[in-house]
Protein backbone atom coordinates (compact mmCIF):
# COMPACT_ATOMS: atom_id res chain seq x y z
CA UNK A 1 0.00 0.00 0.00
CA UNK A 2 1.39 3.50 -0.70
CA UNK A 3 2.12 5.42 2.13
CA UNK A 4 4.03 8.95 2.94
CA UNK A 5 6.36 9.74 5.60
CA UNK A 6 7.01 13.27 7.10
CA UNK A 7 9.96 13.01 9.19
CA UNK A 8 9.46 16.06 11.36
CA UNK A 9 6.01 16.72 13.00
CA UNK A 10 7.34 20.00 14.29
CA UNK A 11 10.16 22.63 13.10
CA UNK A 12 10.66 25.81 14.83
CA UNK A 13 13.17 28.16 13.37
CA UNK A 14 14.31 32.03 13.25
CA UNK A 15 13.44 34.23 10.47
CA UNK A 16 15.54 33.86 8.05
CA UNK A 17 16.52 30.66 8.60
CA UNK A 18 16.10 28.08 5.75
CA UNK A 19 13.78 25.20 5.83
CA UNK A 20 13.70 21.69 4.52
CA UNK A 21 10.90 19.78 5.20
CA UNK A 22 11.29 15.63 4.35
CA UNK A 23 8.65 13.91 2.67
CA UNK A 24 9.17 10.14 1.47
CA UNK A 25 6.58 8.32 -0.05
CA UNK A 26 6.24 4.69 -1.17
CA UNK A 27 5.27 3.43 -4.65
CA UNK A 28 7.68 2.01 -7.17
CA UNK A 29 5.71 3.30 -9.90
CA UNK A 30 5.26 6.79 -11.59
CA UNK A 31 3.24 9.43 -8.98
CA UNK A 32 2.35 12.72 -8.80
CA UNK A 33 3.08 14.58 -5.88
CA UNK A 34 1.99 17.40 -3.48
CA UNK A 35 2.70 20.01 -1.20
CA UNK A 36 -0.31 21.43 0.63
CA UNK A 37 -0.30 24.20 3.42
CA UNK A 38 -2.38 25.34 6.19
CA UNK A 39 -2.04 28.49 7.78
CA UNK A 40 -3.27 29.08 11.14
CA UNK A 41 -7.28 28.90 11.06
CA UNK A 42 -7.20 28.86 7.68
CA UNK A 43 -8.36 25.80 4.62
CA UNK A 44 -5.58 24.07 3.42
CA UNK A 45 -4.21 24.73 0.21
CA UNK A 46 -2.29 23.99 -2.74
CA UNK A 47 1.38 25.07 -2.21
CA UNK A 48 3.32 23.08 -5.17
CA UNK A 49 2.67 20.36 -7.08
CA UNK A 50 4.88 18.19 -9.57
CA UNK A 51 3.78 15.66 -12.02
CA UNK A 52 6.37 15.57 -14.96
CA UNK A 53 9.73 17.98 -16.14
CA UNK A 54 11.99 19.32 -14.20
CA UNK A 55 11.93 17.83 -10.87
CA UNK A 56 12.68 20.93 -9.33
CA UNK A 57 9.27 22.46 -9.15
CA UNK A 58 8.65 26.49 -7.78
CA UNK A 59 5.32 27.44 -5.74
CA UNK A 60 4.16 29.70 -3.87
CA UNK A 61 5.60 32.24 -1.39
CA UNK A 62 9.02 31.63 -2.49
CA UNK A 63 8.91 27.44 -1.89
CA UNK A 64 10.58 25.09 -3.81
CA UNK A 65 10.48 20.98 -3.72
CA UNK A 66 12.61 18.88 -5.45
CA UNK A 67 11.37 15.26 -7.03
CA UNK A 68 14.34 12.78 -6.57
CA UNK A 69 13.09 9.72 -7.59
CA UNK A 70 15.92 7.25 -6.53
CA UNK A 71 15.59 8.63 -3.03
CA UNK A 72 11.35 8.35 -3.61
CA UNK A 73 11.71 12.08 -1.80
CA UNK A 74 9.86 15.28 -2.35
CA UNK A 75 11.73 17.73 -0.14
CA UNK A 76 10.23 20.96 0.58
CA UNK A 77 12.33 24.28 0.53
CA UNK A 78 12.89 27.74 1.75
CA UNK A 79 16.11 29.56 1.50
CA UNK A 80 14.61 32.61 4.18
CA UNK A 81 11.47 31.79 6.24
CA UNK A 82 9.21 34.81 7.42
CA UNK A 83 7.02 34.57 10.32
CA UNK A 84 4.03 34.36 8.26
CA UNK A 85 5.28 31.09 7.27
CA UNK A 86 4.07 30.03 10.38
CA UNK A 87 1.37 26.70 9.05
CA UNK A 88 1.25 23.26 8.98
CA UNK A 89 2.92 21.56 5.94
CA UNK A 90 1.46 18.16 4.41
CA UNK A 91 3.10 16.16 2.02
CA UNK A 92 0.77 14.47 -0.71
CA UNK A 93 1.07 11.63 -3.36
CA UNK A 94 -1.10 10.48 -6.21
CA UNK A 95 -0.43 7.62 -8.44
CA UNK A 96 -0.89 7.43 -11.43
CA UNK A 97 -3.23 4.36 -11.50
CA UNK A 98 -4.94 5.88 -8.23
CA UNK A 99 -7.33 7.59 -9.99
CA UNK A 100 -8.52 10.47 -7.99
CA UNK A 101 -7.06 8.87 -4.57
CA UNK A 102 -4.51 11.08 -2.55
CA UNK A 103 -2.44 10.03 0.18
CA UNK A 104 -2.00 12.28 3.04
CA UNK A 105 1.76 12.77 5.38
CA UNK A 106 0.56 13.46 8.65
CA UNK A 107 2.05 16.88 8.41
CA UNK A 108 4.81 19.37 9.84
CA UNK A 109 4.54 22.04 11.97
CA UNK A 110 6.35 24.90 11.30
CA UNK A 111 6.73 27.62 14.34
CA UNK A 112 8.89 30.60 12.50
CA UNK A 113 9.86 32.94 15.96
CA UNK A 114 10.35 36.91 15.06
CA UNK B 1 -15.02 33.99 -4.82
CA UNK B 2 -15.03 30.40 -5.83
CA UNK B 3 -15.02 28.50 -3.12
CA UNK B 4 -16.06 25.23 -0.82
CA UNK B 5 -18.13 26.12 1.73
CA UNK B 6 -18.77 23.71 4.97
CA UNK B 7 -21.07 23.50 7.56
CA UNK B 8 -21.71 23.47 10.08
CA UNK B 9 -18.02 24.93 11.05
CA UNK B 10 -18.31 22.93 14.59
CA UNK B 11 -20.80 19.83 15.32
CA UNK B 12 -21.80 18.04 18.57
CA UNK B 13 -23.67 14.79 18.68
CA UNK B 14 -24.53 11.93 21.18
CA UNK B 15 -22.65 8.93 21.21
CA UNK B 16 -25.26 6.89 18.74
CA UNK B 17 -27.09 9.99 17.03
CA UNK B 18 -26.85 10.09 13.79
CA UNK B 19 -25.23 13.50 12.47
CA UNK B 20 -25.10 14.93 8.73
CA UNK B 21 -22.16 17.22 7.49
CA UNK B 22 -22.63 19.62 4.31
CA UNK B 23 -20.61 20.44 1.61
CA UNK B 24 -21.08 23.09 -0.97
CA UNK B 25 -19.10 24.07 -3.49
CA UNK B 26 -19.26 27.28 -6.32
CA UNK B 27 -16.05 26.23 -8.20
CA UNK B 28 -18.44 23.46 -10.79
CA UNK B 29 -15.60 20.89 -10.14
CA UNK B 30 -17.08 17.01 -11.03
CA UNK B 31 -15.46 15.98 -8.06
CA UNK B 32 -16.16 15.88 -4.39
CA UNK B 33 -14.22 14.06 -1.60
CA UNK B 34 -14.37 13.86 2.24
CA UNK B 35 -11.71 13.30 4.37
CA UNK B 36 -11.41 12.40 7.59
CA UNK B 37 -8.50 13.83 10.49
CA UNK B 38 -7.48 12.75 13.62
CA UNK B 39 -5.45 14.78 15.49
CA UNK B 40 -2.04 14.80 14.50
CA UNK B 41 -2.98 12.67 11.47
CA UNK B 42 -2.90 12.62 7.84
CA UNK B 43 -6.20 13.40 6.52
CA UNK B 44 -7.35 9.99 5.01
CA UNK B 45 -9.69 9.97 2.14
CA UNK B 46 -13.18 8.04 3.03
CA UNK B 47 -15.13 8.51 -0.24
CA UNK B 48 -15.45 10.41 -3.45
CA UNK B 49 -17.90 11.65 -6.02
CA UNK B 50 -17.17 11.47 -9.82
CA UNK B 51 -20.27 13.94 -11.05
CA UNK B 52 -22.64 11.25 -9.79
CA UNK B 53 -19.93 8.00 -9.59
CA UNK B 54 -19.69 7.08 -5.98
CA UNK B 55 -16.47 6.05 -5.06
CA UNK B 56 -16.06 4.36 -1.38
CA UNK B 57 -12.95 3.09 0.30
CA UNK B 58 -12.52 -0.03 0.97
CA UNK B 59 -11.36 0.89 4.50
CA UNK B 60 -14.29 3.48 4.91
CA UNK B 61 -16.39 2.30 7.74
CA UNK B 62 -20.11 1.37 7.14
CA UNK B 63 -21.32 3.70 9.66
CA UNK B 64 -20.05 6.58 6.83
CA UNK B 65 -22.30 7.53 3.85
CA UNK B 66 -22.38 9.97 1.68
CA UNK B 67 -24.86 12.02 -0.94
CA UNK B 68 -24.37 14.14 -3.37
CA UNK B 69 -28.02 15.52 -4.89
CA UNK B 70 -26.58 18.01 -7.39
CA UNK B 71 -23.43 19.42 -8.73
CA UNK B 72 -23.21 21.71 -5.88
CA UNK B 73 -23.81 19.59 -2.76
CA UNK B 74 -22.58 16.56 -0.93
CA UNK B 75 -23.30 15.60 2.56
CA UNK B 76 -21.74 13.25 5.16
CA UNK B 77 -23.83 10.77 7.08
CA UNK B 78 -22.88 9.28 9.98
CA UNK B 79 -25.53 6.55 11.04
CA UNK B 80 -24.35 5.88 14.69
CA UNK B 81 -21.45 8.11 15.79
CA UNK B 82 -18.85 6.63 17.74
CA UNK B 83 -16.60 7.82 20.26
CA UNK B 84 -13.82 7.31 17.65
CA UNK B 85 -15.46 9.29 15.27
CA UNK B 86 -14.44 12.92 16.59
CA UNK B 87 -12.54 14.00 14.25
CA UNK B 88 -12.04 17.11 11.33
CA UNK B 89 -14.40 16.66 8.72
CA UNK B 90 -12.83 17.87 5.36
CA UNK B 91 -14.74 18.53 2.37
CA UNK B 92 -12.74 18.97 -1.00
CA UNK B 93 -13.33 19.48 -4.73
CA UNK B 94 -11.48 18.74 -7.88
CA UNK B 95 -11.91 19.56 -11.46
CA UNK B 96 -11.73 15.97 -12.64
CA UNK B 97 -9.69 16.71 -15.79
CA UNK B 98 -6.17 15.42 -14.15
CA UNK B 99 -7.31 12.73 -12.54
CA UNK B 100 -3.92 11.80 -10.52
CA UNK B 101 -2.60 15.57 -11.38
CA UNK B 102 -5.59 17.29 -9.95
CA UNK B 103 -5.54 20.21 -7.13
CA UNK B 104 -7.92 19.66 -4.52
CA UNK B 105 -9.39 22.77 -3.38
CA UNK B 106 -10.50 22.44 0.69
CA UNK B 107 -13.39 23.33 2.62
CA UNK B 108 -12.41 24.84 6.13
CA UNK B 109 -13.55 21.59 7.93
CA UNK B 110 -15.99 20.41 10.39
CA UNK B 111 -15.21 19.52 14.06
CA UNK B 112 -17.37 17.23 15.08
CA UNK B 113 -16.97 16.03 18.41
CA UNK B 114 -19.04 12.84 20.06
CA UNK B 115 -20.19 12.82 23.63
Known amino acids: AQSVSQHNHHVILSEAASLELGCNYS??????LFWYVQYPGQHLQLLLK??????LVKGIKGFEAEFIKSKFSFNLRKPSVQWSDTAEYFCAVNANTGGFKTIFGAGTRLFVKA | DAMVIQNPRYQVTQFGKPVTLSCSQTLNHNVMYWYQQKSSQAPKLLFH???????NEADTPDNFQSRRPNTSFCFLDIRSPGLGDAAMYLCATSSGTGVATDTQYFGPGTRLTVL
Open chain 1, 27 to 32: YGGTVN
Open chain 1, 50 to 55: YFSGDP
Open chain 2, 49 to 55: YYDKDFN
